[in-house]
């Protein structure tokens, strides 16, 4: 499965009217006209004052003269940002969930079409007529498919990628503020936004007080490999929540958000716990049994205990689950703090 985060690092982002990010190639304004009401695909209830929006992201800069009406996600994430913010009557088609949707968006899910099961191709996409395309990972503009932001600007569709695609620097919680905010400014919707930080940081907040003082603990990630060992490091999301829930990452010192190391390295890192990204054709229990037949492993500490965590990998990614992914973790590390 392609998943963004084995491409090659993005373009940084610097500050651009409105919304943050980096310069680069100007596409052309969003359609214009007045939004109608009624049927799924407009924007009912989105009222656009304070337009024209000028948004820089990921070298690319768009002016949008009105919220885009006919709009396609790409990646759970992105779905999933656009539903916490009550968008769906402004989705037009949706494409490429690596888990199931999120059970209070499911019901405004099941009103959208699926466009494809993975990306749809650049003709299937240009036939459902989007006049705005919003990608979780730069796979989802992937240039050779013919989904380049560049081809999709000629064909008049503007298009947004989620900001942990092209960070300048560490990807934390405030990156999942820049991106709730910065969807809901194009979508003239930036109240809801606001709603949404708020919500997400309540989460946050009750964690970081139930792990006032607590000591924490060395772990690794596995994520898959049998010859190395696919894990995370230090330029994601998932190092920030691995930090917020109570645990060090034994490879933040990977400069990139994920890599590969060996499992001899592992070893000589001693984590006291193993944190297995569920996802896939390849279960949970299926990746528990590698790793403790692993010979290179035997000493340690979390496979002599058999002390694992799980998290769902859509938790780890930026967007509206990283709250709930440091919860989930922090109970797994800290069960004492949450009895």
């Not at 009912?44 to 396609?72: D, K, L, M, W």
């Amino acid at each position: 499965m392609t998943r963004g985060r084995l491409l090659l690092p993005a373009l940084a982002l610097t500050a651009a009217v409105l919304v943050t990010g980096c310069g680069g190639t100007t596409t052309g304004a969003s359609a214009t006209g007045t939004p109608t009401t009624g049927a799924p695909g407009t924007a009912a209830s989105i009222t656009p004052t304070g337009f024209p929006v000028t948004v820089a992201n990921c070298g690319v800069t768009t002016v949008y003269e009105q919220p885009p009406r006919h709009a396609v996600s790409l990646n759970q994430h992105a779905t999933e940002v656009m539903l916490a913010l009550g968008l769906e009557k402004s989705m037009i088609g949706t494409g490429y969930l690596d888990d199931r949707i999120l059970p209070e968006y499911k019901a405004a899910y099941d009103g959208i079409k699926v466009l494809s099961k993975e990306y749809p191709s650049y003709e299937a996409l240009l036939a459902a007529e989007p006049d705005f395309v919003y990608g979780g990972f730069s796979s989802a503009f992937d240039e050779k498919e013919g989904r380049g932001r560049a081809a999709l600007a000629e064909a008049g569709i503007d298009s947004y990628l989620n900001v942990e695609q092209c960070p300048s620097g560490p990807v934390t919680v405030s990156m999942m503020d820049e991106e709730v905010r910065n969807v809901a400014k194009i979508f003239g919707v930036p109240d809801r936004a606001e709603q949404e930080v708020r919500r997400l940081h309540v989460t946050l907040d009750t964690v970081k007080e139930r792990l006032a003082d607590a000591v924490p603990i060395k772990l690794f990630v596995y994520d898959s490999g049998d010859k190395t060992a696919f894990t995370a490091g230090g330029a994601g999301i998932g190092n920030e929540v691995i930090k917020l829930a109570g645990g060090v990452n034994l490879f933040a010192d990977l400069p990139k958000a994920w890599g590969d190391v060996s499992f001899e390295q592992v070893a000589e890192r001693a984590p006291e716990v193993i944190v297995i990204y569920d996802y896939g054709d390849q279960s949970v229990d299926d990746k528990k049994r590698f790793l403790l037949s692993n010979p290179a492993l035997k000493d340690v500490p979390a496979i002599k205990k058999q002390r694992f965590a799980v998290l769902p990998l859509s938790s780890v990614v930026l967007g509206v689950r990283v709250p709930s992914a440091v919860e989930s973790l922090a109970r797994q590390l800290h069960p004492d703090r949450f009895q």
